[in-house]
T-cell receptor, first 112, second 116 residues
Framework: KQEVTQIPAALSVPEGENLVLNCSFTDSAIYNLQWFRQDPGKGLTSLLLIQSSQREQTSGRLNASLDKSSGRSTLYIAASQPGDSATYLCAVPDSGNTPLVFGKGTRLSVIA | NAGVTQTPKFRVLKTGQSMTLLCAQDMNHEYMYWYRQDPGMGLRLIHYSVGEGTTAKGEVPDGYNVSRLKKQNFLLGLESAAPSQTSVYFC???????????????FGNGTRLTVT
């Protein structure tokens, strides 16, 4: 059974810093890996999806990388802003094209 | 284009009462999912559906039933609510087979349920 771990559980940084969030998964036979953002009291919003054949995806100040063989992904946020404060979750399919299994998330606070 | 809409947004039930949570999507997605989110436990899959008329159990299905009579709607039922079902419930959807496997999941804004 797939297990997804996110470290750290919480992170606080000053505005302008570059930061890295980590995600690891136990079964490397994944179809894709997805990163989501969740604001308090809201649903999850998809940020980036990396297909199994890809090594990274970029969207604006966000860059996600995937190393299937080691079971790891990182989400890099450049020049962080207070508006980036949220919980970030990664998720992978349990196996193949099955429902996503989520990590517990990293709660990010960017201090102005 | 509203995306994924969940009703109600909030609900308080007494132990033993029943209720149905409604999820509606207007994106013509095949796959729909119900997750619950609890502090310290993360998101856990309750039930899901890969098409109209189909349902399957997820990680924590006990105490819940679901139905997918129409492609755009996925209902989650609690027949006899228990305090352990106090949670935030999220519905999600995405395109299915024949479309693009690598499509992101779209979430509703959740239903916050308290069972006293």
């Amino acid at each position: 059974k797939q297990e997804v771990t996110q470290i750290p559980a919480a992170l606080s940084v000053p505005e302008g810093e570059n930061l890295v969030l980590n995600c690891s998964f136990t079964d490397s036979a994944i179809y894709n890996l997805q990163w989501f953002r969740q604001d308090p009291g809201k649903g999850l919003t998809s940020l980036l999806l990396i297909q199994s054949s890809q090594r990274e995806q970029t969207s604006g100040r966000l860059n996600a990388s995937l190393d299937k063989s080691s079971g790891r992904s990182t989400l890099y946020i450049a020049a962080s802003q207070p508006g980036d404060s949220a919980t970030y979750l990664c998720a992978v399919p349990d196996s193949g094209n099955t429902p996503l299994v989520f990590g517990k998330g990293t709660r990010l606070s960017v201090i102005a | 284009n509203a995306g994924v809409t969940q009703t109600p947004k909030f609900r308080v039930l007494k132990t033993g009462q029943s209720m149905t949570l409604l999820c509606a999507q207007d994106m013509n997605h095949e796959y729909m999912y119900w997750y619950r989110q609890d502090p310290g436990m993360g998101l856990r899959l309750i039930h899901y559906s890969v098409g109209e008329g189909t349902t399957a159990k997820g990680e924590v299905p006990d105490g819940y039933n679901v139905s997918r009579l129409k492609k755009q709607n996925f209902l989650l039922g609690l027949e006899s609510a228990a305090p352990s079902q106090t949670s935030v419930y999220f519905c999600a959807s995405r395109p299915g087979q024949g479309s693009n496997y690598n499509s992101p999941l779209h979430f509703g804004n959740g239903t916050r349920l308290t069972v006293t």
